[in-house]
């Protein structure tokens, strides 16, 4: 999300803008909705992650636990 606050425009204050913001969120939990076997099974062929040690890690083995 953070990446997205670039393209935030605060003095046209209108609900377009929560676009910019919620934008990368929406689309990630998109991307794990539509996730079809064909990924799922890559993923799977691949060794799991290291042990999560900070809040981003900790992100990423959770999708890696979703797909796999």
Do not use: F, N
Not at 24 to 34: C, D, G, I, N, T
Request: overall charge neutral.
């Amino acid at each position: 999300m953070t990446a997205a606050t670039a393209y935030m425009h605060p003095d046209l204050i209108d609900a377009t803008q929560l676009k910019h913001l919620y934008g990368p969120v929406v689309y990630a939990a998109q991307a794990l909705e539509l996730a079809t076997e064909s990924v799922r099974s890559l993923v799977r062929s691949m060794p799991a992650p290291p042990e999560a040690k900070t809040r981003l890690t900790h992100l990423y083995a959770a999708l890696d636990a979703g797909l796999r």
